[in-house]
């Protein structure tokens, strides 16, 4: 950190009054917001690969001087672990899609032309991380993650031999196209890594680009699972792209170009799924564990495409996969693999209207158990102390179990995991009794010590639970945040 404050002082002239930690995605960097209060702020990064943090300040500067809408580097430490860039601000397109908010789609489609295009050219690609091209082993080592990561542990039944071929054939047909230009393949050109400044859209988190295929991101960004796009969006941005494309480069008819996408559509729902695979059915993470789903329809949707009929032991694994897994991961949210119990005629009928209310509450011990508003005398009470406490850490201090780094810090320890598996069993059941006689009101409440952190995580997740298995009605409260959400 003294570092960072070093090159803030550096660059600005000034010391950094405030510093706070910013929720990173998956990967080992840690991000800090500096300023001074005033006029000047920064994010600092702190790397744990060198090379991973030169190919971002290359590649970075190269877009810079293409005046592509970038951050800026500001300044670099001597050890090439640490560097600072201009402040894009908290704002991401994942954010504006998850509210049905579609403005700026058009505009980051024809920006996605200009950085594999104008951004691929004259860039020295030997600096990428890890590799500096797509290639077929690129494809044979996602594949295989597909395999063992996801179909093996989820039982899946394939013939070990006729799979391995068809995965050979695959990575022939999605390299068999090589461009005389030198395209920048972004290789994670997704919503969260599109930032809104300024009412402008500015892009994030390209280090791992490559040259490449530009298939690759438009498949990437719009059957990014979790945004679930209309397919009258997906067609009406696929337009703008091609439109766009052609006024840079020589391009195949409408019709190949579509063929060829929906190949990288089919590989890039393959290698989602290995992701997933080993982030949720290995790591437990329940975001992608609930992410599984929909990565399913869009295999489902790419079987209707034929795309991949000459790969007959794929084709049957994708049909068998769509088919038996979308009961296995429906009610993936408790940290495991879950089928649901044969009186599934039962269980649907629960799904249907219902007058139940549930009200679920996170609150700090220290200001009292929450009073029941119903008259119907209150509920479950569950105390979340016993479970690892994110708020002795002073990085996690300043954030709630709603941050997706209090998240991750809670998931992969595990114990607030387990706790919820039997918070979900007596959830329910109760539910589901209180349904069938036609109650109106049940109340959850999940303790803690300051209520920001445990309970927060656990009262979100159980409301998330009960709404999406049940499809009633389920109001969250927060106390201590003084935030309230409704399913």
Not at 172 to 180: F, N, P, Q
Not at 223 to 249: F, G
Not at 366 to 391: A, L, M, W
Not at 414 to 420: D, H, P, Q, V, Y
Request: hydrophobic share 35%; charged share 25%.
């Amino acid at each position: 950190m003294e570092i960072l404050r070093a090159l803030y002082r550096q660059t600005f002239g000034s010391e950094a009054k405030r510093t706070e930690r910013i929720c990173g995605s998956g990967s080992n960097r840690a991000y800090y917001r500096l300023s001074d209060g005033d006029k000047h702020s920064a994010i600092g990064v702190v790397g744990t690969s060198v090379e991973e943090n030169n190919a971002f300040i290359h590649i970075t500067r190269h877009f810079t001087e293409r005046q592509l809408p970038v951050p800026q580097i500001l300044a670099v430490s001597d050890d090439g672990l640490r560097y600072l860039q201009t402040d894009l601000g908290d704002l991401s397109l994942f954010e504006l899609i998850k509210k049905k908010d579609y403005t700026y789609l058009k505009d980051v489609m024809r920006s996605l032309v200009l950085f594999q295009v104008e951004g691929g050219k004259d860039m020295d690609f030997s600096v990428c991380y890890p590799q500096k091209e797509f290639d077929r082993d690129n494809v044979m080592f996602d594949l295989n993650y597909f395999k063992y990561c996801f179909l093996k542990p989820m039982n899946v039944d394939f013939h070990e031999w006729r799979l391995q071929r068809d995965f050979e054939k695959l990575a022939d047909m999605l390299c068999e196209e090589r461009a005389d230009e030198d395209l920048f393949m972004y290789r994670d050109f997704q919503s969260r890594n599109v930032m809104i400044h300024d009412g402008k859209p500015f892009f994030i988190d390209y280090q791992g680009g490559r040259r490449g295929p530009l298939y690759y991101d438009v498949a990437s960004f719009l059957w990014q699972a979790s945004a679930q796009y209309p397919e009258t969006l997906k067609a009406e941005l696929i337009e703008v792209y091609y439109n766009e494309l052609t006024k840079k480069m020589q391009v195949p008819s409408k019709e190949d170009f579509m063929k060829r996408l929906q190949l990288f559509v089919f590989f890039r729902t393959l290698q989602v799924l290995g992701a997933y695979g080993y982030r949720g059915l290995f790591e437990r993470k329940k975001h992608f564990l609930d992410s599984i789903p929909a990565a399913l329809k869009n295999l489902e949707a790419c079987i209707k495409t034929s795309v991949a009929d000459s790969l007959p032991e794929l084709m049957s694994v994708a049909e068998k996969t769509v088919m038996l897994e979308v009961k296995k991961c429906s009610n993936c949210s408790n940290g495991k693999e879950t089928i649901l119990s044969n009186n599934s005629e039962h269980f649907e009928q629960l799904k249907t209207v219902s007058d139940l209310v549930v009200r679920v509450f996170s609150f700090s011990y220290k200001q009292g158990i929450p009073q029941d508003e119903s008259g119907n005398g209150g509920g479950y009470v569950f105390d979340c102390r016993s479970t690892h406490n994110p708020g002795r850490y002073e990085e996690y201090k300043t954030f709630t179990g709603l941050d997706e780094c209090v998240k991750t810090f809670l998931e992969e320890d595990g114990e607030i995991l387990t706790f919820l598996e039997s918070v979900y069993k007596l959830a329910d059941h109760h539910v589901e009794r209180y349904i069938e006689r036609g109650f109106t009101n049940l109340m959850f409440s999940f303790g803690c010590t300051g209520g920001q952190h445990r309970s927060v995580y656990c009262a979100q997740h159980l409301a998330e639970h009960l709404h999406e298995r049940y499809g009633i009605r389920v109001v969250v409260h927060h106390i201590a945040q003084n935030k309230k959400f409704e399913f």
